[in-house]
């Protein structure tokens, strides 16, 4: 997917509120002509971007884009522990993680720092997974922090903030949340969210660590048409539409206060509330880790982010793998 244009972009924010825009009075603005407004309002859906077109009435979108607003932002997290964080917010990036990695390697970013966009072209999961990231719909941001110890310090930083974010998400009155270990938001049993944590330091410290979230909230079944797995959203769950501005200044305060205080707690703080919403917990489940493939009973997290699971007769740990729950034991998560 490439990357959007200039004038594409300031197309699809004169189109933004949903009303009806002449095919002359968008060719004026953009100083375009009326033929190449029209290809340009036909690329917009290869970004998940609904253009409806009537000869009388000209252009709108179906439905309505709410944009991110920085300065609403800004203000929303002036008492917060990301008042000082850079803020940058792009129409699109390949990856907003990806962004903040890219500073960091080349010395640009002396501080904690804050990227949002309305679009990914690149955007990833777990493992390397693609992120379905339809324009201005969904959140997509990404929180980075130095820390003085090494990676090895920061194990369970993505369960620390998938609990706080499940807590957060449950008190804005969003029922039956609940976290696949180790970075999933789901509810119902369908995604809503992940996590991606990503490193760059010495191995004995200091270093840099990369919380990318991406969470899905003002997306429909159209923008979801091409995703391959069970998938939800705030929309979809609530009826109705969300203020992502509002919604950014929630996630991002969420996200700075784990990592604020996590060199100094670590996961202990989060354990209980990572267990409220485990779904994995007590279900017979199958680990893909290593080249081997292990069945039995998760039993939880330990204190260090590991998750446990019973197997003929032991307790094992395990640090990464792809867990799904066993056939015929309940929902696959």
Not at 75 to 83: G, H, K
Not at 202 to 230: E, K, R, Y
Not at 321 to 326: A, C, N, S
Request: glycine share 14%; proline share 4%.
């Amino acid at each position: 997917m490439s990357p959007p244009s200039a004038t594409r972009i300031a197309l699809l924010r004169l189109l933004a509120g949903g009303g009806w825009r002449s095919g002359v009075d968008l060719a004026q603005q953009l100083g375009l002509s009326r033929a190449a407004v029209s290809k340009q309002a036909q690329s917009l859906a290869r970004w998940g971007v609904d253009v409806q077109t009537q000869r009388a009435r000209g252009y709108r979108l179906s439905p309505a884009l709410e944009l991110l607003d920085l300065p609403r932002l800004r203000q929303a997290l002036a008492t917060s522990a990301a008042a000082h964080d850079e803020l940058e917010l792009f129409d699109t990036l390949p990856s907003t993680n990806a962004h903040l990695m890219a500073r960091i390697v080349t010395g640009v970013s002396g501080g904690a720092g804050v990227c949002l966009a309305e679009h990914q072209s690149a955007g990833r999961g777990r493992r390397g997974r693609e992120w379905h990231s339809p324009f201005g719909r969904n959140l997509y941001v990404s929180v980075a922090q130095a820390f003085e110890a090494g990676p090895a310090a920061l194990a369970g930083l993505s369960l620390a903030i998938g609990a706080a974010l499940a807590e957060a998400l449950t008190g804005l009155g969003v029922a039956g949340i609940g976290l696949k270990w180790p970075n999933d938001l789901l509810c119902g049993g369908a995604k809503l969210g992940g996590i991606l944590i990503e490193l760059q330091g010495d191995t004995q410290g200091p270093c840099w660590a990369v919380a990318g979230i991406g969470l899905n909230v003002n997306m429909d079944a159209s923008d979801g048409a091409s995703i391959d797995q069970p998938w939800t959203s705030l929309a979809r769950l609530a009826g109705r539409s969300w203020d992502r501005t509002a919604l950014a200044a929630q996630v991002i305060t969420s996200v700075r206060q784990v990592m604020c205080g996590f060199p100094a707690t670590g996961l202990a703080p989060w354990l209980d509330g990572f267990a409220r919403f485990d779904v994995l917990a007590d279900r017979p489940v199958q680990v893909d880790w290593s080249g081997e493939r292990i069945s039995g009973v998760a039993r939880g997290i330990d204190a260090r982010g590991a998750l446990l699971v019973d197997c003929n007769g032991e307790r094992r740990a395990l640090w990464g793998g792809e867990v799904t729950v066993r056939a015929g034991h309940g929902p696959a998560v």
